[in-house]
């Protein structure tokens, strides 16, 4: 584990920030950077089959120790960050054994991590914690699942008297922009089953993830002359407001937790001719899922309706679904990695995921994959942060599962 805090900081230092606009695999030149980078190192560590394809998706081998059949399994990890808030020239600073209180991230900007906005900060106290400069998000989100999973391999390497069968390793690119799954070959990777290291709190354990969708309005207006414009002028503008407060007020993320679902207004922007509004779709119940893209489809009917014209449209495209359903009939591969997380002193934290990974996707793909922590706290902002000692823990479950599933 002594290269674990080496590798994070090295990795995080990489621009891999994801770009849903460019249309791309990967969508920015930074990943493809890293995934080469990553393949170098993976070859020097000693792992086998190590290939990075065409699209950025890098995937190793570490050969089994045992002779007996035993299920191969996987790890999965994501190389992007999100577009949400700059990645870029991150700075990185470790605090060496925390000793409570805020935390101040740029004297120069006024920039401080403030216990009374961050209370779970003071539940590592005594730790190591690596915070950002405040002015970039950290990337823990994932490199510290790509850090951990690394970390893991080259300890099996080092330690062939462990035992263990076969395992696949897989990091992908732009999963922050909902796409890290569409170019993954299950078949290649050839495992039965995997997790993903995409988690946030040490302790976390997740096979349940909203049912996800986005939504595109546009409502057209006409411009007039405002000194003239009785009955003539169409202010896009106010009837795109009017469709968004006609959504149930507290149905938002600001309002909402645990199993509750909501729309997220994600971006508004337009002028008097023409408004354009982009949501998101959440809930984990895939009826109340379905409702509330009808609902969001009638409001839009009923605009028209008002204007006797087509003035709005929606389109809704679907992004993932809850993988609960995939994964309940084999929930033994959660069981392994509750078990590996009780041996080695971890309470499992058993949670649906307020979003969704890369195994959400790839669960519907044949290949169940739960979530485990990968220890950071405050992704896609400022304030992140990552106790050292959490991506440690997350590294030997991953060793603990690759052995329980060998004594099977």
Known sequence: MDNLLERFLKYVQIDTEADANTGLTPSTPGQM??????????????????????????????????????????????????????????????????????????????????????????????????????????????????????????????????????????????????????????????????????????????YENFNAAGANITVKGRMVHPGYAKHKMRNSIRIANQIMTMLPRFDTPEHTDGYEGFYHLMSFNGDVEETKMTYIIRDFRRDRFEDRKKELKHLVRKINAEYNEEVATVEIKDQYYNMREKVEPVMYVVDYAKTAMEELGIKPIVKPIRGGTDGARLSYMNLPTPNIFAGGHNFHGRFEFVPVQSMIKASEVIIRISELVAKK
């Open 33 to 206: 950077v890293f995934a080469r980078q990553l393949i170098e190192e993976l070859k020097s560590i000693g792992l086998s089959d190590v290939d990075l394809d065409e699209n950025g998706y890098v995937m190793a081998t570490v050969p089994s120790t045992v002779t007996e059949e035993v299920p191969v399994i996987g790890f999965v990890a994501h190389m992007d960050t999100s577009p949400d808030f700059s990645g870029k020239h991150v700075k990185p600073r470790v605090i060496n054994n925390y000793t409570g209180g805020d935390i101040v991230l740029n004297e120069a900007k006024g920039i401080v991590l403030k216990v009374n906005d961050f209370p779970e900060v003071e539940n590592y106290r005594g730790q190591d914690l690596v915070v950002t400069d405040g002015t970039t998000l950290l990337g823990a989100d994932d490199k510290a699942g790509i850090t951990e999973i690394v970390t893991a391999m080259e300890y099996l390497i080092q330690h062939p008297e462990i035992k263990h069968g076969k395992i696949r390793i897989c990091f992908t690119p732009d999963e922050e922009i909902g796409a890290g799954a569409d170019h993954f070959d299950v078949e290649k990777f050839g495992a039965e089953f995997a997790y993903t290291m995409d988690g946030s709190e040490i302790g976390e354990l997740e």
